[in-house]
């Protein structure tokens, strides 16, 4: 085991206790429905559709914008991509039988969350531009990054290390915009 698994190792076991409460903390089958669409919503889409619909809103004032999203996602994906096949750390559900899995992941490894890196990246760049859509990407860039770890499949450090790089990439592509 190398270095950076066994540093991984000892964040899985230092998280296990917050995970499982997380986990857990979420029963009621609404509060699940709630995180797994919100986690749905995360998977792409609304990113996606959220970059086509700018410029059908706001015009030529959003085309910067939402070419720095685009080209921010693209980056982005490469990173965590690459984190996750570097570092190779399991799945809380898969490797504590204390947590369960609400839902499938979309891959096998858990660091960093690639959810909570774009839903903060497209979340800054596009309230950084047009302020009024905040009320409703803000919540749902939070709902999105909880439920990685309510639904089992991320651990609370994969999820700040997302939003971490997810926020350094926004930083980034202001100079863009």
């Known amino acids: 085991m190398n270095r950076a698994h066994l540093i991984m190792a000892r964040f899985d076991a230092a998280e296990y206790r917050l995970c499982r409460q997380l986990n857990r903390g979420a029963g009621p089958r609404w509060l699940r429905l709630l995180f797994r669409s919100a986690s749905r919503l995360g998977d792409g ?76 990246a497209f979340t800054w760049l596009a309230v950084e531009s047009f302020p009024e859509l905040g009320w409703v990407l803000i919540p749902l860039a939070a709902l999105i990054a909880a439920s990685r770890v309510v639904l089992g499949l991320h651990y609370p450090s994969d999820v700040l290390a997302g939003g971490a790089i997810g926020g350094a990439l926004a930083l980034l592509a202001q100079n863009f915009i």
Do not use: N
């Open 45 to 120: 889409i609304v990113w996606y559709v959220l970059v086509a619909l700018l410029p059908l809103m706001y015009g030529a004032a959003a085309l910067r914008p939402a070419i720095a999203m685009a080209l921010t996602g693209i980056v982005g994906l490469l990173i965590y991509k690459w984190l996750k096949q570097t570092l190779v750390r399991e799945r809380p559900f898969m490797r504590h039988p204390g947590i369960t899995r609400a839902m499938p992941p979309l891959d096998r490894y858990s660091f960093p969350s690639g959810h909570t890196l774009h839903a903060v």
